[in-house]
């Protein structure tokens, strides 16, 4: 064995050396080091005691020191910079970078100096593109590239870095809407290639343990960062690169949404049926009818259709006051044939040719040009188009296809040629977005609904989906581990069209898996073509019933998914979680994506299958698990095979933790803070605590106001002999109130009583079932509850 790893070591040593490059001279700086080579130079920069950034530029290159991504641009950190003989140390607190003069090579270790990551060949100049070359260790596992439908573990894939959509995709799509320059590895660290223009990420597709990041032009640039944990590594990712702004609260309620609506009549109806049925529904989107009775020809418009909305600032007021909010899709494309042509290319907002004429060409909605989301005038002239739209009452915008779908290699826009922007085209038209809400209307949080991003393209709300899934069990098995990669990514809020989007194939049970998934999502948004009907107010009755249940649950847990999203925008955890977050050191893990987790406390088994009446299930080591529905045990560290049932998919509670829940309501607009139950599933001896978070779900930056928002611990503390719970209000000022019940399942005491903060208060025993309910009132700043 020692002669086998001494080989290893000895082989990787000898890749990583380019003969061709020598050391000239080091210079120390306030932030980091230069490095004078023969064909260039290198500037490390310790970014924070986490994240180094390193930039080569090449001998007649100048640095560019722009970043699309990244937030943190000097060191937050202390450190320390080593010269010994023909080595060259920068060390922080968690990282380490090691330079040999000769043969030159740059490692990064972490701070256990442990080899992570090592410049092969460096930098290469290719006949029409640049190359960074790097080894792999021959054992680790690589994620991330974007949304992709490759397998968890992405390596030995090369990824071309184009945004472009995959219409009906299923089980596999090597390239789609979200491109993004990062590499995730088993081995918790994480590279991301500071740069957007086009090229390709090769995760060592030739075997022999190399990665690649290949490029057209650009910098040069790239940040490591380590964690000592998957939720820390992720963390100081979205420390550099920002993160999630807390969307507004409707956003976690039920979406009604189809291809499209095509009158204002239409969406009424609609709206009047989810009502009629007693389906919660928060909000209506609306596809491209609003501007235009025909698909093509008309994009571009960007105003109503009077004929067939004839009075559309009434529409959505009365879809307001219903709690009901307006979406509409918008595209950056103006057709030649549109209302808003002239006026564009009068304006010059367009992106143009090289002889400075507006730039056009042929796709499947007609001839085009495209807004210069780049240009500050073109900003100003969207945004303005926008700004009408939310005060006729839109309440959300969604942009669609902002790859751009097509966008030809030599049209211009002002922040360079169509290949050097391409990927960062939606990240900038949601940032236009974003701070136009910030400086127009301070007060609303946006709902900006994207297919197409960046990496940190999070910090601008973007609320990604992953594009028009096939209708068909394949596209719905490739869903989970598009959300997950994208999560690990910074993006926690990836989803799909639940229920599929592209074909007509019809199942029932297709789209009743679909939802029940969706429960489990960060949105819960069904949508699709018009063949086959997406709303679940609009199925037949028996389907309709079941969905409904879904709809009823995902409510149901508004005060556990407003924690996550919480969470999110405070850390940057993602709201779905790979199952190796519980056990990093599980091998057989780390590829797992067909079971994740909700938050830290549901374990989620979709089904992705039709027919199937068992599944087999791996629970997580940290903890025993019950079943959400029968409140069957299972132990952690073990797989077992679970009975599965129409009615919902196989969900679990981790044992011995509190889940916040609430009663049912229309919309979130009936939503109150005050009513919170609290359910858990009790096993043995043991403690957790969690913080539920709360606050009026609309005002900018509440987290982070004293006064806007609301931590309430919850503890609770199971003992042989008794179990205590308590909710604790965390924040400053007056408590709020809170009221509701406490659901405790498998109680190990038969309890004779029941004591509010020394107060003896009723309580309902089921001795058959170990069940004890208790009605409670919270309303100080520390209520305690003591079952003896």
């Not at 991504?69 to 920068?90: F, S």
Request: proline share 5%; charged share 20%; hydrophobic share 35%.
């Amino acid at each position: 064995m020692k002669k086998t790893l001494f080989f290893l070591f000895l082989a990787l040593q000898l890749g990583a050396q380019n003969p061709n490059r020598t050391f000239v001279h080091l210079q120390s700086k306030e932030d980091g080091i230069e490095i004078a080579v023969s064909d260039g130079y290198y500037w490390i920069k310790v970014l924070a005691d986490h994240t180094v950034e390193t930039s080569f530029i090449p001998k007649g290159e100048t640095f560019n020191p722009v970043s699309h991504a990244a937030l943190l641009n000097k060191h937050i950190a202390q450190y320390k910079a080593l010269e010994n003989g023909n080595e060259i140390q920068v060390n922080t607190p968690k990282i380490n970078v090691v330079i040999t003069k000769q043969p030159f090579q740059i490692r990064y270790t972490n701070a256990n100096r442990q080899v992570l990551f090592t410049e092969r060949l460096g930098y290469i100049k290719k006949d029409s593109t640049e190359v960074l070359d790097f080894n792999l260790t021959q054992e680790e596992k690589l994620y991330g590239g974007g949304a992709r439908a490759l397998g968890m573990n992405r390596r030995g894939n090369r990824l071309a870095l184009y945004n472009r959509a995959h219409y009906g995709y299923e089980t596999r799509a090597e390239l789609m809407n979200f491109c993004m320059p990062i590499v995730i590895s088993s081995k918790q660290y994480l590279v991301h290639f500071d740069n957007p223009a086009i090229g390709h990420l090769d995760l060592d597709s030739q075997k022999n343990n190399t990665l690649q990041y290949e490029t057209i032009s650009g910098r040069k640039t790239y940040q490591v960062i380590v964690g000592a944990s998957w939720p820390e590594l992720i963390r100081n990712y979205t420390e550099l690169t920002g993160r999630q702004p807390l969307p507004p609260r409707w956003v976690f309620g039920n979406f009604a949404s189809r291809f499209g609506y095509h009158s204002q009549e239409e969406v009424e109806k609609t709206i009047q049926k989810f009502e009629n049925d007693k389906i919660p529904v928060d909000a209506i989107i609306l596809d491209l009818y609003w501007f235009g009775k025909t698909v093509q020809g008309t994009m571009g418009n960007l105003d109503w259709d009077k004929d067939n909305f004839p009075n559309p600032e009434k529409m959505m007021a009365n879809l307001s006051a219903k709690g009901v909010k307006t979406v509409l899709i918008t595209e950056p494309f103006i057709l030649t044939t549109s209302s808003k042509w002239k006026e564009a290319a009068d304006q010059k907002v367009l992106a143009t040719f090289k002889d400075g004429t507006p730039a056009t060409w042929d796709f499947y909605f007609g001839n085009t040009g495209i807004v210069d989301v780049f240009k500050p005038e073109a900003r100003t002239w969207f945004w303005n188009i926008y700004k009408r739209l939310i005060n006729q009452g839109a309440g959300g915008i969604w942009g669609d296809l902002g790859e751009p779908e097509v966008f030809p290699s030599k049209v211009i826009t002002a922040g360079g040629k169509a290949d050097e922007v391409h990927n960062i085209y939606g990240h900038n038209w949601a940032k236009l977005i974003t701070e136009g809400y910030r400086n127009d209307f301070p007060a609303q949080r946006p709902f900006i609904l994207m297919r197409a991003g960046y990496s940190g393209s999070q910090r601008f709300g973007m609320i990604p989906w992953s594009g028009d899934v096939s209708r068909s069990w394949g596209g719905l098995q490739s869903q989970m581990e598009i959300a997950l990669q994208m999560g690990m990514q910074g993006m926690g809020y990836m989803h799909s069209d639940l229920g599929g989007f592209a074909g007509d194939y019809f199942d029932n049970e297709l789209y009743l898996r679909w939802l029940q998934y969706g429960v489990f999502n960060p949105i819960f948004r069904p949508h699709a073509q018009e063949d086959v009907a997406s709303e679940v107010a609009r199925k037949d009755i028996v389907t309709k019933a079941k969905a409904k249940k879904s709809v009823e649950l995902r409510y149901q847990l508004l005060p556990y998914n407003y924690t996550l999203a919480y969470q999110n925008s405070s850390t940057g955890i993602p709201l779905m979680r790979p199952l190796f977050f519980e056990e990093p050191k599980n091998e057989a893990l780390q590829t797992v994506a067909d079971t994740y987790l909700w938050g830290a406390d549901f374990l989620i088994k979709p089904i992705v299958n039709p027919g199937i009446t068992s599944t087999e299930v791996y629970f997580p080591n940290t903890a025993n698990w019950f079943d959400f529905y029968t409140h069957k045990k299972y132990s952690g560290g073990k797989k077992a095979t679970v009975s599965v049932v129409e009615d919902h998919i196989p969900t679990f509670v981790r044992a011995n933790t509190l889940i916040p829940m609430t009663q049912l309501v229309q919309n979130t607009a009936a939503y109150q803070n005050s009513q919170l139950d609290v359910l858990a599933y009790l096993d043995g001896v043991g403690r957790s605590q969690r913080i539920f978070y709360f606050d009026n779900g609309t005002t900018p930056n509440a987290q982070s106001e004293e006064g806007n928002h609301e931590l309430l611990v919850a503890t609770l503390d199971v003992s042989l002999k008794k179990i205590s719970l308590s909710l604790e209000q965390k924040t400053t000022g007056t408590p709020a109130e809170k009221k509701g019940t406490i659901t405790l399942h498998n109680c190990s005491i038969s309890p004779k009583a029941v004591v509010q903060n020394g107060q003896k208060i009723p309580f309902v025993w089921n001795a058959k079932s170990k069940k004890i309910t208790i009605s409670y009132t919270h309303n100080q700043e520390k209520t305690s509850i003591v079952i003896n």
